[in-house]
């Protein structure tokens, strides 16, 4: 017999985020000096999609894009009109968007050292990533996030991903974009709603890690309740900063292990979000999903009953329902739908479940098993304080 061949294989990524104002303003280098720096092209030829919405909010947007363009055509080219795609998650849970990429860089004979870049919330990144990431098997990717839980989060990683089977991230890629360009600006078109969801994600790396940034959103939680830009922008540099350090120095950037620390309480959400066909969103998902595995902490005895009510008491402060009628689904034989949730999330991980609770603000760890009486009354408990709180009492 032949001996094996070994070899490795040494692979270097570098991600930036940067962060701006007005990106599409001709005086502004930011972009084209990106696009020409990640490039072997003379003029990099790139293909704009932009989140429907966004552009319905934003009705010059389109123009600016191609304005911008034109100012800096030395240095790039747009190869067609910016491509509307759907918002929200409409966009993972069909084909049309990630076809509609393919076909376009097919049409104009773009290649792998051109550009895709994407402009919107985390659900459109995901997709139109998952397209640039597979068309030629790889093209060169630039994100711009226009929601605070994309420009903290869901944009300022490496993944990417759409729905299928009606599973979440079912098929997707790991992929580092060249850059990603958060744009302050992008939020003032932002409802009030989608603001508050990012706020999540936050409390969420504060919780597990960082102590000293929870504190500062408690302190800072009239001033987020009314959206001040001011602290909504430096919420999300320290959360994108947690997310970027994460993926940089965990020992694990594209997950093959099976701990998943910044997925902190997603098993419940990812099934919550499904659950109600998408009417809850990711954000407010992950608040429910928080409030469950805070509540389960303190039940197992991991987390003082002080702690964890400090905690469920900001994610209020901030505006979040910690309860959804959705808790109540039942599947056939008579057990909470929302129980299916870790058992699909052990799938995803690869077979062993790996799920972050609290001993502490601040203070993350994982545990390998959770018992299913317990949740059920930690989400008794949840449904205790949410119709408490609809009904004033
Ligand atoms: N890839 C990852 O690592 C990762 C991490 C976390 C979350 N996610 C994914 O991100 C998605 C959630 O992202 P999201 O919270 O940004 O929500 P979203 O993309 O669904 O956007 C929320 C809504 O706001 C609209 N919108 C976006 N920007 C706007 C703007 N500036 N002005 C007006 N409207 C605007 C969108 O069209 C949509 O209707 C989920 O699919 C989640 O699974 C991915
Ligand atoms: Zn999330």
Redo the contacts with the bound molecule.
Sequence with gaps: MKAPIRASIPIRFEHQVHFTRGVFEPANPLLKDILKAGTTMPVADVLVAV????V???PNLARSIQRYFAAHRSDCRLVCPPLLA???????NTSDAVNGIYSAIDRYGMCRHSYVIAI???????AI?FAAATAHRGMRHVRI???????N?????????V?VFGK??FV?TFSPPVAVINDFD??????DR?KR??YI?AIKVALIRDGNFFERIEADAERLRRFEPDAVEDLIYRCAEA?VRHIATSGDPFEMGSARP?DFG?WAA?KL?QLSN?RI???EAVAIGIALDVIYSHLAGFLAEEAAERILRLIEELGFDLWAPELDEEEGDGEPAVLLGLEEFREHLGGTLAVTLLKDIGAGFEVHEMDRALIKQAMKRLADRGRRKTTGS
């Design positions: 989140d429907e919405n966004v319905a909010s934003r759907a918002g929200g998650e409409t966009v993972k919107g919330g985390g659900a459109l990144l995901d990533g996030p226009t929601t605070v839980l994309s420009q989060d869901a944009g300022v990683g490496i993944k990417n991903g729905n979440k991230n997707g992008m939020l003032t078109s932002l409802p989608e969801a990012g994600e997310h910044l997603h990812h979000e998408f969103h990711h954000g």
